[in-house]
């Protein structure tokens, strides 16, 4: 039975992002089903019984890879676990759970995301210059390519094919366990409320006027796809629609730039940022459609949350959240961001009441709140967990 899990992650801080989010999800998840759940962080700032910060020591905002190896390897050394867990890729660790996929799939996506074939390669012919990704590449081709080592939790299909494409990685040693959200968020109608006065307010719109709003959440604009779901806004607007289609924008990003854009295309009265919130769910509750037009996404928090608040989403096949709905039943996938015909007609399609009814409907028919939950990625752990144990048992 497993006891004492720790799990491994550079900087204890929820603020810093979805991968942060999720370990702290998980570490609760895991520890409501009996293991002594430990988060053993190079960085951070907490009093918490449960977390372990190992280098705090040094002034930098950032600890080297092999600072932090040596640091953990002493920790381990004097701190007994049953599984070491580690969403960085040590070789030490019994599961490695690569939370945001594969560096070198997100080398390739990001250099993608430019869309500017010169700027495209370029991108890709310096990402070596960064000494922290590539120790980080180096170290996970190591791990990865290696016929022995920590089994690899994937969070989709997404992830698990690139491990088979960049590193030739045995498929024995990947098990494919779908990211999960916490679920079941209570939601202060008093805030919504206000919130949804105050979205129609701005884009000049009355509650009569019966528009779908469309959600894009994001802290990397480019990345995400704001420039051609942009583009695609203008492209579904020059087309007759059942209700006008409008976009609410949340998150931090070169605002100016995307408002630039919106004017040029004449869609800048479609368009609203409302920047950083701090709970993503009160815009999900009085808006219509998640949409996430995503250059590269090894398991979207965003999209799942959607999903599990019951509203139906539009996503690239560059988003491994794929794999928890059904295209053209509870959203859209579209090939490519790069396809805006494709994504405009995903927009029109969610702007006819009948199909935003009906895939709403489905999502909740499916229970889709279920497999989506952080609850389910807490038990398929676990029986990893508890295989690995019984492997080490066995020898």
């Known amino acids: 039975m497993t006891r004492k899990v720790a799990i491994v992650i550079e900087r204890a801080d929820t603020s810093l992002g979805g991968a942060e989010r999720s370990v702290f999800e998980l570490a609760a998840a895991l520890s409501a089903r009996g293991p002594d759940v430990a988060i053993l962080a190079a960085k951070g700032r907490t009093s918490a019984r449960n977390i372990h910060i190992l280098c705090n020591d040094t002034s930098a905002k950032r600890t080297s890879f092999f600072a932090f190896a040596e640091a953990l390897k002493k920790h381990l050394s004097q701190n007994r676990y049953d599984i070491v867990h580690s969403v960085l890729p040590f070789d030490f660790a019994d599961v490695y759970q690569p939370r945001g996929g594969t560096h070198a799939e997100a080398i390739f996506r990001n250099a993608a995301s430019y869309r500017n074939k010169a700027v495209e390669y370029y991108k890709r012919a310096t990402s070596f210059a960064n000494l922290r990704r590539t120790t980080l590449l180096h170290a996970e081709r190591k791990l990865c390519s290696a016929s022995t080592g920590p089994l690899i939790a994937a969070l989709s299909q997404y992830v698990a094919d690139q491990l088979k494409h960049h590193y030739a990685t ?169 396809d805006i015909p494709a994504l405009a007609r995903a927009i029109a399609h969610f702007t006819d009441t009948d199909n935003l009814e009906k895939a709403a409907h489905a999502i909740i028919e499916d229970n889709l709140i279920e497999q989506i939950s952080i609850n389910r990625v807490a038990d398929q752990l676990i029986a990893l967990y508890e295989s690995i144990l019984q492997r080490k048992a066995e020898k």
């Open 170 to 338: 045995d498929p024995q040693r990947i098990v494919i366990i779908p990211n999960g959200v916490k679920t079941g968020t209570k939601i202060d109608t008093r805030q919504t409320d206000a919130l949804r006065t105050g979205i129609l307010t701005r884009l000049r719109l009355k509650e009569a006027d019966n528009p779908v709003l469309f959600l894009f959440a994001a802290n990397n604009f480019r990345l995400k796809g704001l420039a051609p779901l942009i583009m695609a806004i203008a492209a579904h607007t020059a087309r007759p629609a059942e209700r006008k289609g409008c976009l609410v924008v949340v998150g931090r990003g070169k605002e100016n730039r995307y408002r630039r854009l919106a004017r040029k295309f004449n869609v800048l009265d479609r368009i609203l940022f409302l920047g950083p919130m701090k709970h993503i769910h009160n815009a999900l509750s009085v808006t219509d459609v998640a949409v996430l037009p995503t250059f590269y996404d090894p398991a979207s928090r965003f999209i799942l949350e959607a999903l599990a608040a019951g509203k139906p989403v539009i996503t690239t096949a560059f988003n491994g959240a794929t794999d928890l709905f059904a295209h053209d039943h509870h959203g859209k996938i579209i090939d490519s961001p790069d």
